[in-house]
């Protein structure tokens, strides 16, 4: 990490280690409690310990955040932390022209994609409802917002849409039931993907379709030099093409398409099925080789 940068994190000053932490006992998708801890800090420079789950490759942080913590975290430390990073301002209004680019590309991939027009569309973790208002614009759909930050939330209210405060694990939706859900560059953030998952499969209707995609940690090790610079205090969960595919198995839903970002990011539109149990087998052969694969990309020292 270059002085700069890491002089405007601390600038930040966010006492990551002084933070309520709590142990991750049993990986969220397999249910294991054999774990490899790969690193032991994150691109931020907190000392987070990472592991993979030795049995499926899930990847996780362990000590991580409470949840009370992490909401404090997304209201006032996620934006200035990301921007320290990149050097320059995020925030709900900025951040609004990436999504804008975002949401061109996914509109594109859903018309090729999905068997029919959604009418009504959920966004999880829809932020200001950019993405879900451009599906909205090119479907004619309803759209409503489920986030936890408030001045996201405002955002998406003000350009029509209606929206719900909170965490996709704690949703209290009722009976409703949408024709596309959406889960965009969020799922790394979740504290129970497993669980979530679940929520969302009730909440597609008959016929409709769930849109996942997954930034693939591998990849950004990868593109950053490091295992480190894949880490993030601020994902939770690290996840493979294998393990999303196996959490998807289990909460039944069954992927129809698939596309490729250039910033690693694999989408999946996915259909209601039978839930299943994964190839725990093959997950634990693949599990092997990313272990072996990453243990190479260790920072030193």
């Given at each position: 990490m270059s002085d700069a940068r890491a002089a405007r994190i601390a600038a930040v000053a966010y006492p990551y280690e002084k933070r309520t932490h709590e142990a991750v006992d049993e990986c969220n998708l397999c249910g294991s409690s054999r774990f490899v801890e790969v690193a032991r800090r994150d691109r931020y420079g907190f000392p987070a310990l990472f592991q993979l789950c030795a049995t499926c490759g899930l990847g996780f942080l362990s000590p991580r955040l409470t949840a009370a913590e992490y909401a404090e975290?997304?209201?006032?430390?996620?934006?200035?932390?990301?921007?320290?990073?990149h050097g320059r301002e995020i925030n709900a209004e900025t951040v609004q022209e990436?999504?804008?680019v975002y949401a061109r590309e996914l509109v594109e991939f859903l018309r090729t994609?999905?068997?029919d027009a959604p009418a009504t569309v959920l966004d999880v973790g829809g932020s200001t409802g950019i993405v879900a208002g451009a599906v909205r614009d090119a479907f004619g759909s309803a759209a409503t917002i489920l986030d936890p930050a408030p001045d996201e939330l405002a955002h998406a209210a003000a350009a029509g849409m209606e929206t719900v405060a909170g965490f996709a694990e704690e949703a209290e939706l009722g009976d409703r039931m949408f024709d596309l859900v959406l889960l965009c560059q969020t799922i790394d953030h979740l504290l129970d993907i497993a669980s979530t998952l679940r929520s969302i499969r009730a909440w597609v209707a008959p016929g409709g379709s769930v849109f996942v995609d997954v930034l693939d940690v591998e990849f950004m090790a990868l593109r950053r030099g490091s295992i480190e610079g894949a880490v993030k205090i601020d994902h939770p969960f690290s996840l493979t093409r294998e393990t999303a595919l196996a959490f998807f198995q289990q909460a039944g839903l069954s992927p129809t398409a698939e596309r490729l970002s250039d910033d690693g990011h694999l989408g999946f539109?996915?259909?209601?099925?039978?839930p299943a149990e994964p190839d725990w087998a093959e997950l634990a052969r693949a599990a092997c080789e990313l272990r072996r694969r990453i243990w190479h990309l260790r920072a030193p020292g």
């Open positions: 975290f997304y209201a006032a430390v996620y934006r200035p932390l990301v921007s320290a990073y990436e999504q804008r994609a999905l068997p539109l996915l259909a209601p099925a039978e």
